[in-house]
């Protein structure tokens, strides 16, 4: 397969922020999870990553990662040493933190990303190519943080 003959591994990652920190009037209000959402989470990212690692049994390098944080954040992230973002398109009707929204990942990863759309069939390809100039002016950082 091409992809063992470079040596291509293949990365699953899956965050959710269970209760995202709320900031209103100067306050912010942090939510630590209970063990029940922590072992619910837990149960759906199981599914999740065992659907995702059969689909890709025919390759000899693939990974599950997950994390209780936001998608975008988690995403951004662990997209620092990867060649390829791919995506599922922006759903409406999740929660904002439970999104891995693409207009936030194309800027902040400085890596290229492909969004599939929802209604794509198997796509049968011979080769593939995707080219990527690896230079400042191709690529986009997320600001400094802004620490005191």
């Given at each position: 397969?091409?992809?063992d003959r470079?040596?291509?591994?293949?990365?699953?990652?899956?965050?959710?922020?269970?209760?995202?920190?709320?900031?209103?009037?100067?306050?912010?209000?942090?939510?630590?999870?209970?063990a029940?959402?922590?072992?619910?989470?837990?149960?759906?990212?199981?599914?999740?990553?065992?659907?995702?690692?059969?689909?890709?049994?025919?390759?000899?390098?693939?990974?599950?990662?997950?994390?209780?944080?936001?998608?975008?954040?988690?995403?951004?992230?662990?997209?620092?040493?990867?060649?390829?973002?791919?995506?599922?398109?922006?759903?409406?009707?999740?929660?904002?933190h439970?999104?891995?929204?693409?207009?936030?990942?194309?800027?902040?990863?400085?890596?290229?990303?492909?969004?599939?759309?929802?209604?794509?069939?198997?796509?049968?390809?011979?080769?593939?190519?995707?080219?990527?100039?690896?230079?400042?002016e191709?690529?986009?950082?997320?600001?400094?943080?802004?620490?005191?």
């Amino acid at each position: 397969m091409p992809a063992d003959r470079f040596q291509a591994a293949l990365i699953g990652i899956a965050g959710l922020a269970l209760r995202p920190t709320f900031a209103a009037g100067g306050v912010v209000v942090y939510h630590e999870a209970t063990a029940r959402e922590c072992r619910t989470v837990s149960a759906r990212f199981d599914d999740v990553g065992g659907r995702f690692r059969a689909k890709g049994q025919h390759l000899k390098q693939v990974e599950w990662r997950t994390a209780l944080e936001l998608p975008y954040e988690l995403v951004s992230r662990e997209a620092r040493a990867a060649d390829l973002i791919i995506l599922g398109p922006r759903h409406t009707g999740a929660n904002g933190h439970e999104l891995a929204d693409p207009d936030v990942i194309l800027l902040r990863a400085g890596r290229p990303v492909l969004v599939v759309p929802d209604a794509v069939g198997p796509l049968q390809l011979r080769r593939a190519m995707i080219a990527w100039k690896d230079t400042r002016e191709c690529r986009r950082q997320a600001p400094p943080d802004c620490g005191g």
